[in-house]
């Protein structure tokens, strides 16, 4: 089975939840919260999931994927296949076409020249882009004309829904950001706070790392939608107040992610003004472990780069006992229940794709402290291990959130017991998955020995995903600390293999090369410590109709058909 035979069925089709509206803004407002604020509105400067899934609200991809991860349109026409023409013979192009009579929410033309230009915008050189493995193998985008665009990739491309597909790729406009190209990025704070879209809803104020005030796109596609003629996206707090606000005060309509203990939930619920939607897809809680020196004693620009290699994490051994301690079947039961599922892989979906990895499964103390013994870390009075002077000692940080605090006091136990001392540290959700790259605090800068946090991928296929560890993807100061290679990674059997991937056209042998990347990092390096399989919980309040939960796409990805019901 070849690369045509998936792009031959890419474009299933996908029924819309039907909207119960009149005409556009004829329900009134609407509430959303969640618990990790925004920081910004443009998704190539943040690879945070509350910056991309505020930001779907108002700019969009040329398609998207929907709950059952197929490709459906949104800007273009129609998905792209060999079947339609759309997919050249030889795999090394993609022509997209752009539904006449779009319009930006300013009222001007949407071009293929946006198009162009968005891919220019991520994949310069001079500047750092957070979604630049969408981008991974592409050549060049070129204008057929003013609806349409060509994608050239260096290679055969069996897989060439990276650029422009997903909440993670949206489509920008060349007119606001223009002058906003290579290093001068970050420092667009209006273009970034504000961008002018052609999604549902336009920004009218922004209050970083607090609340987002909209109102309906004047100039949508669609004239009877958004059924609410204006939003609030209210950001901060915590899972606690965010679940109560929507299950037991009915305050707000949507809650995302309710990182809550089973009990938690249940006892929420009761309250009866909303009810949770739960699904599994991609989300994976993990542990990064840093291969750089975080230390704060290196000069600034230096720390937590390539240019110093980690005193003792590089040691494999020190990594596989860190892991080999963790009792993940405690943290799911703990933390999760049954929305959470123990795991050892980064993409533990679409099954096809999963690797048979289940060594870390069971908790193995004595076996991580033989492990230690053996490569030479000898404990000393105090029970802290030592070798050539240096001390197993650990900053471990994570964002500040009741379960995540859980996991960290129970890991810092398993790990205290094969002699490594841990220091625990969190941070507030808005700063730790910002982007601002001037800040100290975020998971990109990693001014920690290991830090923890749950991240996924768009769509069903991971190569993106994946090709976010090669070694030319490190955040750092050149970079404006952007970067998706968060613990430093470098390995160039891994990035040979990423090329192989990237032009394997026989499924079968995708499903493969993916299992194996997926060890790399995992059970072979254990730079990636995968916790929990992390079934994602969100609520909406009763007299909110049309959400339809999607763990393949930002789950703000149909807010244009969400609407008040009795």
């Not at 809650?255 to 989300?283: C, H, I, R, Y």
Request: some cysteine.
């Amino acid at each position: 089975m070849k690369a045509k035979t998936l792009m031959l069925g890419a474009a299933a089709a996908f029924a819309m939840a039907p909207a119960a509206m009149a005409e556009r803004g004829s329900d009134g407002h609407v509430n959303i919260i969640y618990w990790q604020a925004p920081s910004i509105l443009n998704p190539y400067l943040s690879s945070g999931t509350k910056d991309i899934e505020s930001a779907a609200l108002v700019i969009e991809p040329l398609g998207r994927y929907d709950p059952n991860g197929a490709l459906v349109p949104y800007l273009a026409e129609e998905i792209p296949t060999t079947a339609n023409g759309g997919v050249s013979e030889d795999l090394k192009s993609i022509t997209w076409k752009l539904k006449s009579g779009l319009l930006w929410s300013d009222g001007s033309a949407v071009t293929s020249a946006d198009v162009k230009f968005t891919a220019d915008y991520c994949m310069d050189p001079e500047g750092g882009c957070a979604q630049l493995a969408k981008f991974e193998g592409v050549d060049n985008v070129e204008v057929v004309d003013d609806l349409t665009v060509t994608v050239h990739f260096s290679e055969p491309k069996p897989n060439p829904y990276g650029p422009f597909m997903g909440g993670q790729s949206p489509i920008i406009q060349m007119a606001q950001f223009k002058d906003c190209m290579g290093a001068k990025a970050p420092e667009c704070t209006d273009a970034n706070f504000g961008p002018i879209g052609t999604g549902p809803f336009v920004v009218d104020e922004f209050r970083t790392n607090d609340v987002i005030s909209m109102s309906a796109n004047p100039n949508y596609r669609d004239p009877a939608k958004p059924a609410f003629a204006t939003l609030t996206f209210k950001g901060g707090g915590d899972a606690t107040a965010s679940g109560r606000a929507v299950l037991e005060t009915g305050e707000f309509d949507y809650a995302w992610n309710l990182q809550l203990a089973p009990d938690v939930l249940a006892k929420m619920a009761e309250g009866g003004k909303g009810k949770t939607v739960a699904a599994f897809g991609s989300l994976v809680e993990r542990i990064e472990v840093n291969l750089t020196d975080p230390s704060p004693d290196l000069p600034e620009g230096e720390r937590a780069t390539a240019k110093h290699p980690h005193p003792f994490l590089t040691d494999i051994n020190v990594r596989q006992a860190l892991s080999m301690s963790i009792d993940r079947n405690l943290l799911v039961e703990i933390g999760y229940g049954q929305a959470g599922r123990p795991t050892c892989n980064l993409v533990p979906g679409p099954a096809v794709y999963a690797s048979d990895n289940t060594a870390c499964l069971t908790q193995d103390i004595a076996g991580a402290n033989k492990l230690l013994d053996d490569a030479g870390w000898t404990k000393g009075a105090d029970g802290v291990r030592t070798k050539d002077g240096m001390r197993l000692s650990l900053l471990y940080q994570t964002s500040t959130n009741a379960v995540r605090q859980d996991f960290q006091a129970l890991i810092k136990q398993w790990w205290s017991e094969i002699g490594v001392e841990t220091e625990l540290r969190n941070l507030n959700a808005s700063v730790y998955f910002g982007g601002d790259p001037g800040s100290p605090d975020t998971f990109q800068r990693f001014y920690a020995d290991v830090e923890m946090y749950a991240n996924n991928f768009d769509g069903t296929d991971p190569e993106s995903y994946l090709s976010q560890h090669t070694c030319d993807k490190f955040p750092g100061p050149d970079s404006q600390w952007q970067g998706e290679n968060i613990n430093r990674y470098c390995d160039p059997a891994f990035d040979a293999m990423i090329a192989e991937l990237s032009k394997t056209s026989d499924l079968e042998k995708r499903y493969e090369l993916s299992k194996k990347l997926n060890d790399m990092l995992t059970k072979d390096s254990h730079v990636i410590i995968a916790l929990v399989d992390r079934g994602r919980v969100s609520a909406h309040a009763n007299s909110l109709g049309g959400v339809v939960l999607n763990t393949w796409d930002a789950e703000t990805w149909n807010v244009a058909d969400w609407h008040r019901v009795k």
